[in-house]
C-alpha cells in the first residue's frame, strides 16, 4: 500500500507539473510503473476521482486563475492549461462552470471565488457569501432540506464555514445551494432550497486567526452523490481535515451569472498563495 500511495503522489505531482502537455492514462501509469487499469482504481480510491477527471480539473482550475489574474487572451490561456482548440476548450469551460471564459471575467467572480488546493486557497467573507446567496434564485421545482453535523479539528479553532450543495463530485460552477456559519468543534447544519436530483455535499472552513495568514483550509465531501427527493431524510456528518495535495484542485464562483452584485470588487481578491 506504501507503493501505490507513493504512486498516487507521483502522479498528481507529473499532472500539476505537466499539464499543459498531452497527458494519457498509460503515459503516467507507465511512470509510475503500474498497470493503466489498476493505476485507475488505486488513483481513484485515494483521490475520490479517476485520473482524467483529476487532470481536467487541474487544467480548468489554471485556467480560472490566469483568467481572473491575468490579461491574457482565451486563446493564450488555451495554449497555456493543455488544450488545442479555442473552440473546445470554451465549449467545455461554459458548460462545465455555467458561463463563459469571458464571461468568467466579470468582478463578481472573483469577488465570491471559493478555492481549495493544497497550495492556494481562498473563502469569502462570511457577508459577502450570505449577502449573495439571499440573492441567489430560488430552484426551480421542488426543493428539499439536508441536515448534518460536521466536525472541525481542534487545531483548527474558531472557523467560518461553507457548505455547499453541487450536482457533481467535482464542481467546476456554482453550488445550487449552501449555508454559511461560524463553528468550533462540533456543529449542526440545516440546507434548504435544495433541488430533487443527485448531490454531493463539500464543507469548506478557515481559521478565523487564518484568514490573513497562512492561508490554511480544512475540507470534507460526501464525495458520492446522494439521492435528494421528496419524501427521503437526508443527514450527512462531515469530518474536516487539512486539504492535501491529493484533493481535487477547486475553484468555484457563488456569484450568480443571472444576479447583478452591488459595488466594486478586485479581479484577483481572493487568490494567493500560502506559506508552506
Known amino acids: 500500500m506504501e507503493r501505490m500511495d507513493r504512486s498516487v503522489r507521483q502522479a498528481i505531482n507529473t499532472m500539476h507539473k505537466r499539464y ?17 487499469y489498476h493505476f485507475s482504481r488505486v488513483f481513484a480510491r485515494a483521490t475520490g476521482v479517476p485520473p482524467g477527471r483529476y487532470l481536467t480539473s487541474v487544467r480548468l ?3 480560472k486563475r490566469l483568467l481572473l489574474t491575468t490579461d ?23 458548460r462545465a462552470v455555467g458561463m463563459s471564459p469571458t464571461q468568467y471575467r466579470d ?36 426543493c428539499h432540506t439536508i441536515s448534518g ?22 464542481p467546476q460552477g456554482s453550488p445550487v445551494a449552501y449555508e454559511v456559519f461560524s463553528a468550533t468543534g462540533r456543529a449542526e447544519f440545516s440546507i434548504a432550497d435544495v433541488p430533487t436530483g443527485p448531490h454531493v455535499v463539500i464543507a469548506v472552513a478557515v481559521p478565523k486567526s487564518d484568514r490573513t495568514r497562512s492561508g ?30 491529493t484533493d481535487t484542485p477547486l475553484a468555484v464562483t457563488l456569484a450568480d451569472p443571472s444576479v447583478t452584485l452591488e459595488g466594486k470588487f478586485s479581479r484577483s481578491a481572493c487568490i494567493r498563495q500560502t506559506v508552506a
Open 20 to 36: 499543459t502537455e498531452a497527458l494519457t492514462l498509460n503515459q503516467i501509469a507507465a511512470e509510475v510503473f503500474v498497470s493503466p
Open 61 to 63: 482550475f489554471a485556467a
Open 72 to 94: 491574457l487572451t482565451v486563446s493564450d490561456i488555451v495554449c497555456g492549461v493543455g488544450y488545442n482548440s479555442v473552440g473546445t476548450f470554451t465549449s467545455r469551460f461554459t
Open 107 to 142: 468582478p463578481r467572480v472573483a469577488e465570491l471565488l471559493v478555492v481549495v488546493s493544497h497550495e492556494y486557497s481562498c473563502l469569502p467573507g462570511t457577508d459577502e457569501m450570505r449577502r449573495a446567496r439571499f440573492l441567489k434564485p430560488r430552484a426551480p421545482g421542488p
Open 149 to 170: 453535523t460536521l466536525d472541525l479539528p481542534e487545531e483548527a479553532g474558531a472557523s467560518d464555514v461553507l457548505v455547499a450543495v453541487f450536482p457533481e463530485a467535482v
Open 216 to 245: 490554511r483550509m480544512f475540507l470534507s465531501s460526501t464525495r458520492h452523490p446522494l439521492r435528494i427527493a421528496r419524501g427521503l431524510r437526508t443527514y450527512v456528518h462531515l469530518p474536516l481535515e487539512e486539504v492535501q495535495e
